[in-house]
């Protein structure tokens, strides 16, 4: 997903407020006009008006539903159709406590504890991603769902039209190894790091932890827990032990390893010095040019 406006207008506007003041506004306008959105399959459904159009798209909620030529779709009440994932449904409808939402089929309202098990009947890693997504959004990250780099969600310090996003997010379930077997071997987590370096941002990963807790009701969610871990890669400059640099200046391709107990002093005066062909030559035409001098200067002698 990317940006979604267009224009220094539309920049100078998403800079008006800061993304918490924005998504105050659009948690007041849902309560004013008492939204109700709709069941379908694993969305969320909500026809907004011109000036709730206008907040979700600055608070990044929902993605407005386009025709074939990718224009969004406009009733004649001049309303837009927005879907949402399941995550940020319910965190409008649970946390923000700013949008009801209906059955698709015979509009009938679901309470929380309806639409928990709803949602998890569809994803069975609801708790733990919902979890996750809150604990960023209660942070005024704006989380959006990745489509790209094989994550669970990327996170940007504010609208994606003014700035790229700052973390790929992986989410792991502690004590759960069934439900995300992600980064649990050393050549994954290697790999998605050399991603994370190519795309220019950082890996968080989130690791949720039910306290023995289980997913039965949203209450239960207030006693799990987020850890946050940022991996970087290790850099062994900053690590070894300190030696001067003309001590020791080892190349990436020719470093014997060394017998337990030798040293990196010891190891390199221990060492044979190599001669190489270039260095014998030059010292021949030393010593050709010293013997040439030598004998000019004496001849020029005898003749004075």
């Not at 025709?67 to 009440?77: F, M, T, V």
């Not at 050549?187 to 994370?196: A, F, I, Q």
């Not at 207030?222 to 640099?245: A, F, L």
Request: glycine share 6%; net charge neutral.
């Amino acid at each position: 997903m990317g940006p979604r406006w267009k224009g220094k207008d539309a920049k100078a506007k998403a800079l008006a407020d800061p993304m918490s003041s924005i998504v105050l506004q659009l948690q007041s306008s849902l309560v004013q006009s008492d939204a109700q959105g709709f069941l379908c399959g694993c969305n969320v459904l909500l026809e907004a008006g011109p000036k709730q159009t206008d907040l979700l798209l600055r608070a990044c909620f929902g993605e407005p539903i386009k025709n074939l030529s990718g224009e969004p779709i406009i009733n004649k009440n001049n309303k837009h159709w927005f879907y949402f994932g399941m995550e940020e449904a319910f965190f409008l409808c649970n946390s923000l406590k700013c949008l009801k939402i209906l059955d698709g089929l015979d509009n009938c309202p679901k309470n929380d504890q309806e639409l928990f098990q709803y949602m998890k009947s569809k994803k069975t890693t609801f708790p733990d991603s919902y979890k996750a997504y809150s604990h960023l959004r209660l942070k005024n990250w704006v989380v959006m769902y990745d489509s790209n780099y094989c994550a669970d969600f990327v996170a940007y310090r504010h609208h994606p039209s003014l700035v790229h996003s700052e973390f790929v997010v992986i989410l792991l379930s502690e004590g759960d190894s069934e439900s995300n077997d992600r980064l649990r071997v050393w050549s994954d987590v290697r790999g998605t790091k050399r991603l994370c370096k190519v795309i220019k941002k950082a890996l968080l990963v989130l690791s949720v932890d039910k306290n023995g807790h289980d997913a039965t009701s949203p209450s239960c969610l207030e006693g799990y827990t987020v850890t946050e871990h940022t991996i970087s890669r290790w850099s062994p400059e900053q690590c070894h032990e300190d030696h001067p640099k003309d001590d020791w200046e080892p190349s990436s391709s020719s470093v014997p390893l060394m017998p337990s107990g030798t040293t990196l002093r010891s190891k390199v005066a221990l060492a044979p010095r190599q001669v190489s062909l270039d260095q014998i030559f030059k010292a021949l035409v030393i010593f050709f040019w010293t013997i040439v001098v030598f004998g000019f200067g004496f001849a020029l002698g005898k003749l004075l």
